[in-house]
Protein backbone atom coordinates (compact mmCIF):
# COMPACT_ATOMS: atom_id res chain seq x y z
CA UNK A 1 0.00 0.00 0.00
CA UNK A 2 1.65 3.23 -0.87
CA UNK A 3 1.51 6.25 1.60
CA UNK A 4 -1.47 8.19 -0.17
CA UNK A 5 -3.41 5.10 0.15
CA UNK A 6 -2.70 4.58 3.81
CA UNK A 7 -3.47 8.37 4.33
CA UNK A 8 -6.68 7.70 2.63
CA UNK A 9 -7.35 4.60 4.87
CA UNK A 10 -7.32 6.03 8.05
CA UNK A 11 -8.85 9.50 7.22
CA UNK A 12 -12.02 7.31 5.46
CA UNK A 13 -11.65 5.47 9.13
CA UNK A 14 -11.16 8.54 11.19
CA UNK A 15 -14.83 10.51 10.18
CA UNK A 16 -17.21 8.36 11.11
CA UNK A 17 -14.94 7.42 14.23
CA UNK A 18 -14.37 11.09 15.53
CA UNK A 19 -17.79 12.85 16.54
CA UNK A 20 -15.80 16.07 16.47
CA UNK A 21 -14.99 15.70 12.42
CA UNK A 22 -17.39 17.42 10.44
CA UNK A 23 -16.22 16.40 7.43
CA UNK A 24 -12.97 15.13 5.20
CA UNK A 25 -12.29 15.76 1.52
CA UNK A 26 -9.22 15.25 -0.59
CA UNK A 27 -8.77 18.80 -2.62
CA UNK A 28 -5.70 17.77 -4.36
CA UNK A 29 -3.52 14.57 -4.66
CA UNK A 30 -1.81 13.77 -1.89
CA UNK A 31 -3.55 17.10 0.33
CA UNK A 32 -6.86 16.34 2.55
CA UNK A 33 -8.64 18.70 4.50
CA UNK A 34 -10.79 17.69 8.18
CA UNK A 35 -12.96 20.25 9.23
CA UNK A 36 -13.93 20.25 12.91
CA UNK A 37 -15.50 23.28 12.47
CA UNK A 38 -15.79 26.95 10.39
CA UNK A 39 -12.30 28.34 12.34
CA UNK A 40 -10.88 24.81 12.98
CA UNK A 41 -9.86 23.19 9.26
CA UNK A 42 -6.95 20.90 8.99
CA UNK A 43 -4.97 20.58 6.17
CA UNK A 44 -3.08 17.46 5.86
CA UNK A 45 -0.11 17.39 3.08
CA UNK A 46 1.82 13.84 2.17
CA UNK A 47 5.35 14.76 1.73
CA UNK A 48 6.26 11.15 0.24
CA UNK A 49 10.08 12.02 -0.14
CA UNK A 50 10.48 12.55 3.53
CA UNK A 51 7.62 9.56 4.30
CA UNK A 52 5.77 12.62 6.02
CA UNK A 53 2.48 13.58 6.69
CA UNK A 54 2.78 17.49 7.34
CA UNK A 55 -0.49 18.95 9.45
CA UNK A 56 -0.97 22.43 9.72
CA UNK A 57 -4.23 24.06 11.10
CA UNK A 58 -4.84 27.92 10.63
CA UNK A 59 -5.37 29.89 13.82
CA UNK A 60 -5.86 33.94 12.58
CA UNK A 61 -4.75 36.75 11.88
CA UNK A 62 -2.81 39.09 14.02
CA UNK A 63 -4.16 42.32 13.51
CA UNK A 64 -3.27 46.40 13.69
CA UNK A 65 -0.39 47.13 16.63
CA UNK A 66 -0.49 43.56 18.17
CA UNK A 67 0.97 42.21 14.85
CA UNK A 68 4.67 42.33 15.84
CA UNK A 69 4.09 41.35 19.13
CA UNK A 70 2.59 37.81 17.65
CA UNK A 71 5.38 37.39 15.44
CA UNK A 72 7.35 37.73 18.16
CA UNK A 73 5.69 34.76 20.06
CA UNK A 74 5.77 32.79 17.23
CA UNK A 75 8.98 32.99 16.92
CA UNK A 76 9.44 32.68 20.46
CA UNK A 77 7.04 29.62 20.35
CA UNK A 78 9.32 27.75 17.78
CA UNK A 79 12.40 27.82 19.99
CA UNK A 80 10.66 25.71 22.56
CA UNK A 81 10.45 22.93 20.59
CA UNK A 82 11.32 20.79 23.18
CA UNK A 83 8.58 21.88 24.97
CA UNK A 84 5.56 21.59 22.28
CA UNK A 85 7.09 18.78 21.04
CA UNK A 86 7.66 19.79 17.52
CA UNK A 87 4.46 21.96 16.95
CA UNK A 88 5.94 25.00 15.21
CA UNK A 89 4.37 28.40 13.70
CA UNK A 90 4.30 30.03 10.87
CA UNK A 91 2.42 32.77 8.80
CA UNK A 92 1.85 32.72 5.43
CA UNK A 93 -0.30 35.09 3.43
CA UNK A 94 -0.65 37.04 7.05
CA UNK A 95 -2.25 34.25 8.81
CA UNK A 96 -0.43 32.38 11.54
CA UNK A 97 -0.48 28.61 11.06
CA UNK A 98 0.60 25.60 13.17
CA UNK A 99 2.96 22.99 11.49
CA UNK A 100 3.51 19.03 12.75
CA UNK A 101 4.88 16.02 10.56
CA UNK A 102 4.06 12.80 10.98
CA UNK A 103 5.82 9.34 10.50
CA UNK A 104 3.54 8.34 8.06
CA UNK A 105 4.79 4.61 8.25
CA UNK A 106 4.06 4.50 12.21
CA UNK A 107 0.46 6.06 11.74
CA UNK A 108 -2.53 4.62 12.80
CA UNK A 109 -5.86 6.40 13.41
CA UNK A 110 -5.88 6.53 16.94
CA UNK A 111 -2.80 8.04 16.49
CA UNK A 112 -3.95 10.42 13.97
CA UNK A 113 -7.25 11.45 15.79
CA UNK A 114 -5.11 12.44 18.78
CA UNK A 115 -2.91 14.64 17.16
CA UNK A 116 -5.65 16.38 15.10
CA UNK A 117 -7.93 16.99 17.82
CA UNK A 118 -4.62 18.19 19.57
CA UNK A 119 -3.77 20.23 16.90
CA UNK A 120 -7.41 21.71 16.88
CA UNK A 121 -7.52 22.78 20.48
CA UNK A 122 -4.23 24.44 20.23
CA UNK A 123 -5.00 26.30 17.47
CA UNK A 124 -8.19 27.73 19.38
CA UNK A 125 -6.13 29.03 21.96
CA UNK A 126 -4.10 30.31 19.56
CA UNK A 127 -6.73 31.96 18.24
CA UNK A 128 -7.97 33.30 21.20
CA UNK A 129 -4.20 34.97 21.72
CA UNK A 130 -4.33 36.68 18.66
CA UNK A 131 -7.83 37.90 19.05
CA UNK A 132 -6.41 39.54 22.71
CA UNK A 133 -3.33 40.20 21.57
CA UNK A 134 -3.94 44.19 21.23
CA UNK A 135 -4.94 44.68 24.59
CA UNK A 136 -2.61 42.13 26.42
CA UNK A 137 0.66 43.98 27.92
CA UNK A 138 3.42 43.65 26.41
CA UNK A 139 5.24 40.99 28.50
CA UNK A 140 2.58 38.71 27.82
CA UNK A 141 3.73 35.66 25.97
CA UNK A 142 1.40 32.74 23.93
CA UNK A 143 0.72 29.88 24.58
CA UNK A 144 3.74 27.47 25.85
CA UNK A 145 4.38 23.71 26.38
CA UNK A 146 1.83 22.66 23.82
CA UNK A 147 2.65 18.85 23.03
CA UNK A 148 0.68 16.98 20.66
Known amino acids: MSNAQHVQHL ?3 LGPTTPEVGNVSQVAENIWAVGFDPQAIVLLQLDDSREELVVSCGVGR ?5 REKVFESLLAYNALWRDTGGVRMA ?3 GEAIQIYSLPVAQLDVDG ?4 LLALVDRSR ?7 TAEEAPRESFAPTAMRV
Do not use: I, N
Open 62 to 66: PLGLS
Open 11 to 13: LEE
Open 112 to 115: LRAT
Open 91 to 93: VAD
Open 125 to 131: VWRRYLE
